[in-house]
DNA sequence: TTGTACGCGTTATCAT
DNA sequence: ATGATAACGCGTACAA
């Protein structure tokens, strides 16, 4: 049988309800009956019910990831920035892979809503309006409320520097980092010879570059190292999971966060 | 307030302990109040509170995935892969990156164990001992419970069948997909002219083979495609979630899974 | 076939 | 500063 909190306060000879202040840090307990409930605590090897926990405080300490797809590369790094700040938040996340079916979205939050979850992440999808709990859109922009982004503006300012007039050619895959940066680039005529030529979701094809020529491949931090010579367009992963995190706490806590749009900035970096 | 279990049972006119029957489906109830019962349910917009269920039933229909390196870019296509199988048997999934430190990683522990995990996953690390909850690890063979792992001798063998005589070259990155395979490679003479290059966690430096050569990258499926003309060997990092999830799942009811691993096989496919 | 009553482990609201 | 006790929402023997 597990250790409860009544054995613990058995234990101790004080009352459950101590027992509880003393876990909570309550300051109005008596620092002999706090050692005393601790000492006991460590001793019978306690370890508090979070599921019970929850059960009386309404809330869970739990937020839900929505992915529309998981099995992206970048997925992994997100939630590894994520996790690292609601882990020492001691907050834990479920997770989703949901695609794009409505009533499958809505089932799958109606299941994590009733774990009572305190808050949910819409990664790559829009968030349901009736969820119930604080939300934040990640990677789409959300006007009816919180969005955390990756600046496509900021990306194709750093690549029209980098071309510095050479003609700039993007050429994305299916599931592309930058999707619909195509439409940004701006369509003027090149007033140098040679080209950067940008890929985005797609191996290039050649890794040495013609003399005037500059390749730059779109990537996260955690990607296996294309060959040198190349340069890399960062795509924040890590970064937006540690961002998104902490937005969505925040809101959680009901720290003053009005629907906003939150914007990071990709980081064009030289070949190696 | 929330609709409870209790609000349905009055609403409809019955006892809060037939509604939970109705909800699990219990036999011995009639069909009238079967139906009664959900109809009631239906107009009040009753959900049952997962967290509630949890605490008298004991076990809460969630599992956690540990990963040593959360940041690696198969992490999003095994999670896919699991997540598809448990959402479809009602189980939720947690996640935590661990790093290496035994200490963090048997706090993250206990913390998921006090939410009362049903299993967990250990990928790319080996499973605490005193878990409390049955355990698979992943990717690491673990002799003392079960694991599900790629087999590195098929790989090989795969490679010596394309290679049919030829040179076979191995160029791992810092996170290979296939860690310590190199070492499985027979020491023999190459009988034929040519090489066959295999580059796992690094991409290849060109992409035209030489005639008599031939280039394989190891990647998942829903790796961004490399150019065409080379070989891919897969790691298969979907199946390895979802074959994962059914162990743990048939691990979890008891059905007889005794200590042992369980091998999947990676696939070489031809260029495109 | 259905109702009663208690237990699950904690938090919160009264008292004291 | 601490104790007693009632929620919290559901599962489940046991009774009817």
């Known amino acids: 049988m597990r250790v409860t909190m009544s054995d613990v306060a058995a234990a101790a000879g004080v009352n459950k309800a101590t027992v509880s202040r003393v876990l909570r840090g309550d300051p109005r307990i008596s620092s002999s009956t706090s050692e005393k409930v601790w000492s006991t605590i460590k001793k019978l090897g306690y370890r508090p019910d979070a599921i019970a926990r929850g059960l009386s405080s309404r809330s ?3 937020v839900g990831l929505f992915f529309r797809d998981l099995a992206v590369p970048w997925a992994g790094e997100f939630m590894a920035g994520f ?3 609601t882990s ?3 907050c834990e996340c479920l997770f989703r892979s949901t695609g794009s079916d409505r009533q499958q979205i809505r089932n799958a939050m109606f299941r994590l809503i009733s774990r009572r979850v305190d808050g ?3 990664i790559d999808c829009l968030p349901e309006p009736d969820s119930e709990v604080p939300g934040l859109a990640v990677g789409l922009e959300y006007a009816a409320g919180i969005s955390v982004v990756v600046d496509h503006d900021h990306a194709i300012s750093s690549l029209m520097a980098l ?3 050479r003609a700039v050619e993007i050429q994305q895959g299916e599931k592309p980092l930058f999707p619909g940066i195509v439409t940004l680039l701006p369509r003027q005529r090149a007033g140098k010879s040679g080209t950067v030529r940008v890929f985005d979701g ?3 094809p050649c890794c040495e570059p013609l003399p005037d020529d500059a390749i730059v491949v779109c990537t996260t931090r ?3 190292v294309p060959a040198k010579g190349i340069w890399k367009l960062y795509w924040p992963a890590f970064e ?3 961002l998104s995190a902490r937005v969505l706490l925040n809101t959680i806590k009901g720290r003053g966060v009005r629907p906003d749009t939150v914007r990071l900035l990709p980081v064009l970096s030289g070949p190696a």
Chains 1, 2 share one sequence.
């Open 222 to 224: 955690k990607s296996p």
């Open 88 to 90: 020492r938040q001691g």
């Open 202 to 204: 797609v191996s290039p």
């Open 60 to 62: 869970s300490d739990t």
């Open 163 to 165: 071309a510095d007039g």
């Open 120 to 122: 949910l992440v819409w």
């Open 83 to 85: 996790e690292r700040v």
């Open 240 to 242: 937006l999971g540690t």
